[in-house]
């Protein structure tokens, strides 16, 4: 494989500009199936992961930890206009789960 003008290698470059965003949904108990799927899904899969949890307003989420525990993948908290990336997961702030929209390659939230 070759690298282009700038160094880096065209096939990751296209594979940074061009995957998919998997959506996934939970209610509060549904940490456990987030383990496990996360557990079993190669790291080098080339989609961004969004999750989207039904969090209680009162508590701190330990989610972001707690994964971390099951996978190699990047896991952010996310913040308004965060650039999506393959082979990484976000996790959506507990205020925001009904006001958050991909834009391009960017999670906004209003």
Known sequence: MSENESGVNPSILEQKQNFFVVGIGASAGGLRALEEFFE???TDS????VVIQHLSPDFKSLM???LERRTRMAIYRV???MELEPNS???IPRHWFR??????S???LA
Do not use: V
């Open 64 to 66: 972001k930890e707690l």
């Open 106 to 108: 960017f999670l906004r």
């Open 46 to 49: 080339g989609a961004a992961f």
């Open 40 to 42: 079993h899904l190669p």
């Open 99 to 104: 006001y958050m929209w991909p834009y391009q």
């Open 89 to 91: 997961i976000y996790l």
């Open 79 to 81: 913040t308004e206009g």
